[in-house]
């Protein structure tokens, strides 16, 4: 198919489905005036419940707990895939060669190198809180792991591409993930031998407001959190390193 | 209820719908994978922003219950956001998934044009 067909298909059926979709929102609540009666019910319970302040993250690791399950393991096969694709570029790359000190030879000054190395412990910090205080401010293992993850990068910038594989050891991170998505199952599956159903809330509540509160909200929200964040260090990690063996086998 | 006014109370659908549609049209047009990665992110923003557009709630808060707003006060909706997060996360790991592929086709097959990729034929 050529791209002009291609154009035509696509117009007129682009029209057809946004004229579809147009009349259909004409179904749907009007803008600010939604209100499911399972919201409601959530609202109106869940602290009194689960002890905790942030409805969202009450939803993701109690009520919806299942559900997360599912996500977290869609993240895990996710960053494994792309393990699975470098894993199997690498036997075709060229031995990877020692990388050369060429960042300070890429003329960068002082400032440049060190605002990075100041900005990852601020980034790691963010991270940690939003991460730590999930059911009680904006955040949660999702939110901080995301940040916190992201810090690597910050390594990369500063110090270069030599000082991240030293100071990173990948398969530490691997193993850090795997364990955070095993530690939510393994939640579950404690709850299912102790209270009879999978995810259930076993462990005291704690009083509301307080920095470990909400039972096992807390520990799915770490063990989320742990995954989370290795995930992204480990993704950060391959992909930059592909930058180098690509700048090699080029060069 | 004059029909503009009307009218506005369906306009973030319609962007959402729009950013479908206007994602859709670029992943088509796509001469370059990378190109149709960040199409295909488009076309899934469409749906954060139709999620967000039905949880708004009028005249209430965030659902994060604090001193200003006490447990059980009015709030958007909860559910909603809840999906959201875990999607974008998930979203940006998948962009990635499709990256690596991107990296390893072009070790392949020398090119990452969708439109002169052909099937493997060696």
Redesign the interface.
Known sequence: MN?RV??WV?VTS?VV??GV??YA??G?????????A??DY???V???ERSV????????FDY?GF??LG?EF??FA??S??LL??R??KT?AVRYPEPMESERSRGQTGAIRLFPVGLLGFTAALGMDLGAHGQL??G?G??G??IFGSAIACVYLGLGLLALTKLTHRSTFDMLEAFGAFSFAALGGAALLIAGSFLQNVMPLGQTGATVSGGTIYFLSCAVFVE?AC?FAV?MI??LR?TRE?QEDEG | MTALSQW???????VA??L??VG??GI??SRNLIHTILCLTVVQSSTYMLLM??????KSG?????STNP??S??V???L??LT??DI??G???S??M???T??IH?RRGTIDP?RLRPMSD
């Open positions: 791209l291609r154009t696509y682009a489905v946004f979709l147009l929102s004409g749907l609540p009007p803008f600010g005036s939604f209100s499911g399972y919201t959530i609202l109106r869940a602290t009194v302040l942030n409805m969202p993250t009450a939803i993701n919806r559900d997360t996500e869609i993240f996710s960053v895939g792309v694709l470098f199997a570029l075709k401010t904006p949660g999702f939110q792991g995301a989370i995930g993704l391959v992909f592909q690509t | 506005t109370l369906f306009f973030p659908y319609a719908f729009w479908f549609v859709c049209f088509t047009q557009s039905v949880d708004f709630h009028a965030a659902p994060i219950f604090g447990p059980g009015p709030s909706d909860p559910i956001h809840a997060l875990t996360v998930v940006a790991t998948v990635a998934l990256l690596a592929l990296v390893q070790r439109q």
